[in-house]
C-alpha cells in the first residue's frame, strides 16, 4: 500500500523567491512519484516523475524534485517563483511499474507581488 | 491531439437523484480512470479500466456507483442515488496501457443540494 503527505496546505511566496513544496511518502514497494498541478476548475498536468532512473528530476516551468530514499521525500523546488505558479500541488505516488496514483490533499501555492 | 473530454462540465441535482457523466478518453487509450476528488482533498481512485475490462474497483461504493466501458472506449460513471457526500469533482484519465502516464480531463463539477 501507499500514502503521501503534503506538509503545507497552503504556501506563499513572494514572487522571485524559492518555491519548496514537501512530500514525504510510504510504500510497501518501490515507488514511482510524481507532481501534478491544477489551475483552478482545470484537470491535473503532469509537471514531473520520479521513475527509479535519476534521482534528481526536472520537470516543466523550472520545477524540480529530488528523491530521497532515506527521508522517503520527493520535495518539489523552483528557484525563482512567478505570478503563474499560483496554483494547487499534488504529490502522489504509486508502486513501480504502475499508474495508479494515491494523490496526497494538495497545497495551494500563492505568490505575491 | 486532442485531450481527455468529460462531460458535463458542471452538474447540480438534488439528494436521491441519478447523476451520469460521460468520457471520451485520448484515441487509442486503452487503460481508463475515474477519480474523485473532494474539495480540500487530493484524487481518489474510483475504477480502472483496461479495454472493456474492470482492472480494479475497490473503491467504488458500489451500492450507489457504477461505470461501464462497454465498447472499450467511451466512459460513463453513475451515480444512483445520490448523497449530499457525493458532492466532488469527477476526473477522468486515459493512458496507453497501464505502465504509462495518464492524462487528465478537466472533469466534471458534482453538487448535491
Known amino acids: 500500500a501507499q500514502s503521501v503527505t503534503q506538509l503545507g496546505s497552503h504556501v506563499s511566496v513572494s514572487e522571485g523567491a524559492l518555491v519548496l513544496l514537501r512530500c514525504n511518502y510510504s510504500s510497501s514497494v518501490p515507488p514511482y512519484l510524481f507532481w501534478y498541478v491544477q489551475y483552478p476548475n482545470q484537470g491535473l498536468q503532469l509537471l514531473l516523475k520520479y521513475t527509479s532512473a535519476a534521482t534528481l528530476v526536472k520537470g516543466i516551468n523550472g520545477f524540480e524534485a529530488e528523491f530521497k530514499k532515506s527521508e522517503t521525500s520527493f520535495h518539489l523546488t523552483k528557484p525563482s517563483a512567478h505570478m503563474s505558479d499560483a496554483a494547487e500541488y499534488f504529490c502522489?505516488?504509486?508502486?513501480?511499474?504502475?499508474?495508479?496514483?494515491?494523490f496526497g490533499k494538495g497545497t495551494k501555492l500563492s505568490v505575491i507581488p | 491531439e486532442a485531450g481527455v473530454a468529460q462531460s458535463p462540465r458542471y452538474k447540480i441535482i438534488e439528494k436521491r437523484q441519478s447523476v451520469a457523466f460521460w468520457c471520451n478518453p485520448i484515441s487509442g487509450h486503452a487503460t481508463l480512470y475515474w477519480y474523485q476528488q473532494i474539495l480540500g482533498q487530493g484524487p481518489k481512485l474510483l475504477i480502472q479500466?483496461?479495454?472493456?475490462?474492470?482492472?480494479?474497483d475497490s473503491q467504488l461504493p458500489k451500492d450507489r456507483f457504477s461505470a461501464e466501458r462497454l465498447k472499450g472506449v467511451d466512459s460513463t460513471l453513475k451515480i444512483q442515488p445520490a448523497k449530499l457526500e457525493d458532492s466532488a469533482v469527477y476526473l477522468c484519465?486515459?493512458?496507453?496501457?497501464?505502465?504509462?502516464?495518464?492524462?487528465f480531463g478537466q472533469g466534471t463539477r458534482l453538487t448535491v443540494v
Open positions: 502522489a505516488v504509486s508502486g513501480a511499474g504502475s499508474y495508479q496514483l494515491t
Open positions: 484519465a486515459s493512458s496507453f496501457d497501464p505502465n504509462t502516464e495518464a492524462f
Open positions: 479500466f483496461q479495454n472493456n475490462g474492470v482492472v480494479d
